[in-house]
């Protein structure tokens, strides 16, 4: 059974920064891209970030490219995004997929940013 654990969200002032993490069980971690969603009350969730299965490519959204840097680290298999210069337009509930045989999810970890 797959579980994905997110942690590291917080409150935090615009132009701040946060790394978010996500711990990945159940599943061989290096065998499946990874992506970050967010979704805001009232919003889609949209994909904010994504990398392949080693590591080697990645896709950023317009709104958050030159800010966020997603990473992983297969040997502990946990996923990473790096969050810098903050705005208040990214408070959201962040959450990370693993695009295996189907979708997983993990539970999500609010972000909020104050201006």
């Known amino acids: 059974q797959v579980q994905l654990v997110e942690s590291g969200g917080g409150l935090v002032q615009a132009g701040g920064s946060l790394r978010l993490s996500c711990e990945a069980s159940g599943r061989t971690f290096s065998n499946y891209a990874m992506g970050w969603f967010r979704q805001a009350p009232g919003e889609e969730r949209d994909l904010v970030a994504a990398?392949?299965?080693?590591?080697?490519?990645?896709y950023y959204a317009d709104s958050v490219q030159g800010r966020f840097t997603i990473s992983r680290d297969n040997a502990k298999g946990t996923l990473y995004l790096q969050m810098n210069d903050l705005k208040p337009e990214d408070s959201a509930v962040y959450y990370c997929v693993m695009w295996g045989d189907r979708d997983y999810w993990g539970q999500g970890t609010q972000v909020t940013v104050s201006s």
């Open positions: 990398i392949s299965w080693s590591g080697s490519s990645t």
